[in-house]
Structures are given as C-alpha cells and as structure tokens.
C-alpha cells in the first residue's frame, strides 16, 4: 500500500525470515522464544472462559468479526473522511491527529482480545499451551517492532500528501489562497482511509491465527476414574 503511495519501493520477502528476526532478538528474547519451542514457557494467564469445559470456537469467532467491523465502519465514519470538502482540512497535522487516534483505538481494542484468545487456547490442550506460550513471546519480541514501523506511517503519509497539494497547486501570481480545497484532497482521503483499514488488516493477523489454532484444536477430553 506504501509503494503504491509513491513512498517506497516494494521490496519481496527475502528468504532468510529466521537470520532477519534473528536481528530483532536480544539475548532475554532468544531465551523466552527457546523456553516456548521447548514447551517451558511460563503460563499463560488463565481467563474465567479459558478455565471453564469448552468455550465456543463459532462465537468467539463471531465476536472477533464484530470488533473488526465495529473498527472498520469507525474509521470510515471519522469526521476526518466525512467533513464536505469544502470545509475539510488543508494541513496534513489534522491528518496526522486523525490517523493516530484511530492507530490507538484500533491497538487498545485488539490487544485485550489477543490476550483472551492466548488464553482461552492455552487451556485447551498442552500442544495449544505450547502455541499460545509462543504467540505470548513473539508478541513480545515484535511488538516493540511493530509499534515503531507502524508508528513511521503517519509521516510517510505526511509526504504523499504534500505531493498531491504541490502537483494540484499552480503557480499564485496573484496572491491567492494556494491551500485552499482542491480535488486533489479527496483522493488523499481515500487514500488515508485505505492504508487505516489495511493497518486493521494487519493488526488482525494474529487474531486470525489464533482464531484458526483455535479452529484446529479441540478441547482436551478430562480424564474419567
């Protein structure tokens, strides 16, 4: 999607993905990411749902679908998206205000519902245990990541919003208001509001990873004397 905002240059995923995040890891990180893979991760932090027999896969699922509607038709709603153009703002710090508010509220809703997922599939099997014990650390080891990157995003914005006002604006000879309302800012908008919902797309795979370890492990049958 950056690319295509004419920022970067798209670039395909080289094949040393473990060398690469070998490069994120520090030597505590190293640590809890072996404790994982070997099944010695500290647990996970139980929920009274994950304790319970069984926990429906379906609504929980259905749940996860209506926070990430309820995010999507937030962001469409924005007052930034939805102001007539003619009274829509010219200086891109409004933009950015809009564009983080939207980044805290979207990190805000997830995070607590990963958390309960991790949860709830750590108490259906110990292989499930396992997993959730290593999304629990990956978590941890790219979150930091992550933020960063996604923290860069508003800028990079910043950049193809002023390349659309500076193609759109033409030489003022005459004193006029060169910042006013142009057609150039409602693509710019569209454009904004489509790199947000991608961001909730990728904010969400984890959710939907967990979703289908979730799918893929049934619950452990107690044991009967």
């Known amino acids: 999607m950056l690319a295509r905002l004419g920022d970067t240059e798209a670039r395909p995923s080289g094949p040393g993905f473990a060398d690469r995040l070998g490069e994120w890891l520090g030597w505590t990180d190293a640590i809890s990411l072996s404790a994982a893979l070997g099944g010695n991760a500290g647990a996970v932090p ?22 990430r509607q309820a995010l999507a038709n937030a962001i469409s709603a924005d007052s930034v998206f939805t102001t007539p153009i003619d009274d829509a703002a010219t200086d891109f710090p409004s933009y950015r205000r809009g564009y983080h508010d939207r980044q805290q509220t979207m990190e805000m809703a997830i995070g607590p519902l990963r958390d309960r997922l991790r949860a709830v599939l750590a108490a259906r099997s110990p292989e499930s245990a396992r997993l959730a014990a290593l999304d629990g650390v990956m978590g941890q080891v790219l979150g930091v990541q992550e933020y960063n990157l996604l923290a860069g995003v508003p800028a990079r914005l910043a950049r193809h919003f002023e390349r659309l006002r500076r193609a759109a604006t033409p030489p003022n000879e005459e004193g006029g208001d060169a910042t006013a309302p142009g057609p150039w800012l409602e693509p710019f908008r569209q454009d904004m509001r489509a790199l947000l919902l991608a961001e909730l797309d990728f904010r969400f795979q984890p959710i939907d990873g967990l979703l289908e370890a979730l799918r893929t492990s049934p619950p452990t049958e107690p044991i009967r004397p």
């Open 46 to 67: 139980s929920t009274p749902a994950a304790a319970g027999a069984r926990v429906d896969t379906d609504a929980l699922a259905t749940e996860c679908n209506g926070l």
